[in-house]
């Protein structure tokens, strides 16, 4: 799929799909999964725990050329694997899940949950992605929540890149929970005394691709039963 995008929608399923190759001369700032202004429309909220999906995905090489934002405020903004965008401003009450996914050589975070509420994101592989060295991208993390409010991140396992400066980055994130996560570097997020901590370079993975279609995503050692299943 090249860009799956969804604006002010509710009940929404984006399952087991390949996603790569988005964004790079986009001036719109977009990314691989962005699901943006969510709403409340087509009936109630959570029917059966959640009102949007995105699941069991693929997601890699979506980034945006550093020469992109030229010329303008903010530059280069994303490129994210997966984007979870401002539904508090558009009132989108529904619950969101991001799970089983996994996320390879995106210019940005793997998962960004900018300016949204109730997102749950578990089970997750993120591997390598920030790879847009420009400042406005690389502090994000591998995980970012930017004001985002009832956020849960749980049973991720996170591999970064050497030059990447952060794993999961809060930018005024509210009520969140960090817990049960893997960080494969030796020095990690303090957030949370169930995260896992390991060495720089620990094997988690049985053969990871930054093209994740072509990769082997069992996870093996320390980390497993967590990430993508």
């Not at 725990?49 to 890699?60: D, E, I, P, Q």
């Not at 053969?207 to 279609?213: E, F, I, K, N």
Request: hydrophobic share 30%.
């Amino acid at each position: 799929i090249r860009d799956s995008c969804t604006t002010a929608s509710n009940h929404i399923t984006i399952d087991g799909n390949r996603v790569w190759g988005n964004s790079h001369w986009n001036p719109y700032h977009s990314s691989g999964i962005s699901m943006y202004l969510s709403s409340n429309h087509g009936g109630g909220n959570d029917p059966d725990g959640y009102s949007n999906r995105v699941t069991g995905n693929l997601v890699w090489n979506n980034y945006e050329d550093d020469t992109l934002g030229e010329g303008q405020q903010w530059g280069v903004t994303d490129g994210n694997g997966i984007i979870i965008d401002r539904n508090k401003e558009s009132g989108g009450f529904g619950r969101t899940l991001v799970a089983d996914n996994v996320l390879a050589d995106n210019g940005g975070p793997g998962i960004m949950v900018t300016e949204a509420q109730a997102v749950d994101v578990l089970n997750n592989t993120l591997y390598h992605n920030v790879r847009t060295r420009v400042p406005t991208v690389m502090n994000n993390g591998e995980i970012g929540c930017n004001g985002g409010y009832n956020v849960r991140i749980e049973g991720n396992i996170v591999v970064p890149r050497e030059e990447n400066p952060n794993l999961f980055q809060d930018f005024s994130c509210k009520d969140f929970l960090l817990a049960n996560n893997v960080w494969v570097r030796t020095r990690a997020p303090k957030h949370g005394a169930s995260n896992i901590t390991l060495k720089t370079g620990t094997r988690v993975l049985k053969a990871p691709r930054l093209v994740a279609s072509e990769g082997n995503w069992t996870v093996i050692g320390e980390a497993e039963g967590r990430g993508a299943r």
